[in-house]
T-cell receptor, first 113, second 112 residues
Framework: GAVVSQHPSRVICKSGTSVKIECRSL??????MFWYRQFPKQSLMLMAT?????????EQGVEKDKFLINHASLTLSTLTVTSAHPEDSSFYIC?????????FGPGTRLTVT | KNQVEQSPQSLIILEGKNCTLQ??????????LRWYKQDTGRGPVSLTI?????NTKSNGRYTATLDADTKQSSLHITASQLSDSASYIC???????????FGAGTRLAVHP
């Protein structure tokens, strides 16, 4: 099946710094990718829809200036958490849609100290 | 309101036993229903995907059913293995924007 990768798998950063997470579709092109956040023992919550060549669409309550999304190519979307705070610590997961199937990345564990 | 509800919230079974997880949804319009397995600290992996016209679909020891009239689905796991310990998430695609609407998941623990 299709593979979606994320990098890094884990990152620890200091409060106030910015962190970039990459999401790549390895064997298919994805005009649309999705970014989710997952807190412990909870299900995935959609943050934003990343559209290749255009602006991302953010879900209600998600600050677009804090979570910058760039979808510069058909195989790469990036999520930058700007001015990170401890409450941004979470598990971030991306996905890419190939037809009706949606493939999820392995996730990135972000810890802000 | 578009919602997906799963039960039970958590489940413990002995290795080799069978179990069934439930999913009820109120999503309209409905596009398809998916079951995902998510290991701790990993992204979800697709088990099955079913459209309106499909009543059952199998993937190895996993069998999903769908009753579109009652808006219910189940995931049956046969002859459980320790590696089946994970969260199982029911996801419905639809709601007018083809978004994925996630259930809260069932956390399954298989004990030896």
């Amino acid at each position: 099946g299709a593979v979606v990768s994320q990098h890094p798998s884990r990152v620890i950063c200091k409060s106030g710094t910015s962190v970039k997470i990459e999401c790549r579709s390895l064997d298919f092109q994805a005009t649309t990718m999705f970014w989710y956040r997952q807190f412990p023992k909870q299900s995935l919550m959609l943050m934003a829809t990343s559209n290749e060549g255009s602006k991302a669409t953010y879900e209600q309550g998600v600050e677009k200036d804090k979570f910058l999304i760039n979808h510069a190519s058909l195989t790469l979307s990036t999520l930058t958490v700007t001015s990170a705070h401890p409450e941004d610590s979470s598990f971030y997961i991306c996905s890419a849609r190939d037809g009706r199937e949606e493939y999820f990345g392995p996730g990135t564990r972000l810890t802000v100290t | 309101k578009n919602q997906v509800e799963q039960s039970p919230q958590s489940l413990i079974i002995l290795e080799g036993k069978n179990c069934t997880l439930q999913c009820n949804y109120t999503v309209s319009p409905f596009s398809n229903l998916r079951w995902y397995k998510q290991d701790t600290g990993r992204g979800p992996v697709s088990l099955t995907i079913m459209t309106f016209s499909e009543n059952t679909k199998s993937n190895g020891r996993y069998t999903a059913t769908l009753d579109a009239d009652t808006k219910q689905s189940s995931l049956h796991i046969t002859a459980s293995q320790l590696s089946d310990s994970a969260s199982y998430i029911c996801v419905v695609s639809g709601g007018g924007y083809n978004k994925l609407i996630f259930g809260a998941g069932t956390r399954l623990a298989v004990h030896p």
